[in-house]
């Protein structure tokens, strides 16, 4: 899976905002940063995820190269493929944990929006809230969609074990492996597009709401 990308942190002092609107901004800039915070946890699996499905990769390949007649030599690197898969699938749990944990974090910050005033903000806050929540609820498909094609790797590392299989069987389940893996490039690639609009939505709100900003990291 590419490398998703991550919430932008973001230092900010509030400069403008009256006082009636001080306690809310400053509580709702306060939980937002905790949950990009919450969020290191998520984003510190996507390397090791890519390295993991770049090694797999490497071992298909290797498999290839050596043609089916070496039976020994493809299940062993058959079980080595397999055994990195589920180190994958672990990294999955914990970067979905790690998504959940901020998803909560994200729960506790939207009545903070209802305290807010005026058209103008109000106008900021609503599709940020729209875009984050269109955005986990994109992650829920996307962690799905890479389940399916776990399995789908899991049942070719499974045919690369028999004793006797064709190019013609391997040929089928990488067809249907490619199908899935596209289904969720796509999907990746619009959680990633939620992801920036957030990031661009939540500097706006900010703006608005009179906090001058500094972008720590992205």
Known sequence: MSIQKGLTLVVACLLLACCSQREAVTSIYEGLERVASAERAFETEQEPLALLEKKEKALYETILSLGLHDTAKRQELAIKAEESLEEREQHLTRERSGLYE???????????????????????????????????????????QYERALQKDRELYDLLQSDAISFRQIQKQIEEINREYEQVLQLNRLFNNYTEQYNVKKEKFYKSAGLHIKRERL
Request: proline residues 5%.
């Open 102 to 144: 901020a998803k909560k974090t994200f729960a506790k910050v939207l009545p903070l929006f209802e305290e807010i005033e005026g058209d103008s903000l109000k106008g900021c806050a609503a599709p940020l809230t729209r875009t984050m929540q269109a955005r986990y609820g994109v992650y829920e498909q996307l962690y799905t």
